[in-house]
């Protein structure tokens, strides 16, 4: 039986951590100072350690002082970040106390057993990307009906390619720990991923390039990011990455993608096996 009261007080931390991600999308003034407490609660709690707390901050300072740089420099500072972001992702950097919050936990007789934690290292490459790109949360686009359908057709087949290639199969489940898991895959898995894929990604090769360029380029590498799942995993999320790539892409807002995203995620868990099928 999952026992939310388990969670505190050190869920604290990702409440606080939930609030300054919003707070990008609602105003830029507040997040810094939201932050702030997040990484001083963590200390206390002894959910961060000082020297991880000192390369949050680097990080977060290289990408704000890159602002100020130009060529090479600027470059340069771009690839430090992305390294910074990369070791957090990975869980490759010393000090975080990332919370278990679900172990082996199976959301339907058919899915295989499923265990998350709350992380507090991988929701930090958002401020960082941030830092380097603002312009990816302010451009708003209208568009046309014909457009939604494509999203809307695409949203549906993509499930069907996962069913078809049999990595999941048709489950209906709806968790107690549901609640739990849309909060943790909405506000940092997906805000995480969209910020890197397409707000930063995509956002900068279709600046350099094309919008083609930028949507396949940045779905490719979002479906080589789920190799774990194996090729056929790689194709079903290298065609999620199109349809949310697309969808930043036609209406400019980040917040859309995301939105998908979690949509796609939370259809996944209650009408298909999850992760996977046994």
């Known amino acids: 039986m999952f026992d939310s009261s388990l969670l505190f007080p050190d869920a604290l931390i990702w409440l606080l951590l939930a609030c300054s991600i ?10 810094p100072f939201l932050l702030s407490f997040v990484l001083l609660l963590a200390l206390w709690l002894d959910r961060l350690t000082p020297i991880a707390t000192a390369i949050i901050l680097v990080g977060l300072g290289i990408a704000a002082f890159s602002k100020r740089l130009a060529g090479k ?20 950097t010393p000090g975080f106390g990332n919370l278990l919050v679900l172990d082996k936990v199976i959301s339907g007789p058919d899915s295989i057993p499923f265990t998350m934690y709350l992380n507090l290292d991988k929701p ?4 960082g ?7 990816m949360l302010s451009q708003h686009r209208d568009i046309s009906l014909s457009k939604v359908a494509v999203l809307v057709g695409l949203f549906a087949l993509t499930p069907t390619l996962a069913a078809l290639f049999r990595l999941v199969r048709p489950e209906f489940s709806f968790p107690e720990w549901i609640w739990l898991f849309a909060f943790n895959n909405l506000l940092f898995t997906c805000v995480a991923e969209e910020v890197l894929f397409r707000g930063y990604v995509q956002n900068l090769l279709t600046q350099r390039f094309s919008h083609w360029i930028g949507i396949g380029v940045a779905s490719t590498l979002f479906g080589l990011a789920h190799f774990a799942g194996g090729p056929l995993f790689i194709l079903v999320a290298g065609c999620a990455g199109i349809l949310y790539g697309l969808t930043y892409y036609w209406t400019g807002r980040l917040s859309l993608a995301i939105g998908v995203h979690f949509g796609f995620n939370l259809v996944h868990l209650v009408f298909f096996t999850y992760p996977l099928g046994k």
Do not use: E, K, N
Not at 129 to 135: A, D, E, F, I
């Open 22 to 31: 919003v707070s990008l999308f609602i105003t830029h003034r507040f997040w």
């Open 129 to 135: 990307l941030y830092l380097l790109v603002p312009g």
């Open 124 to 127: 930090l490459i958002i401020f």
């Open 73 to 92: 420099w600027r470059a340069s500072a771009h690839f430090a970040v992305i390294l910074w972001g990369a070791a957090l992702a990975l869980h490759l």
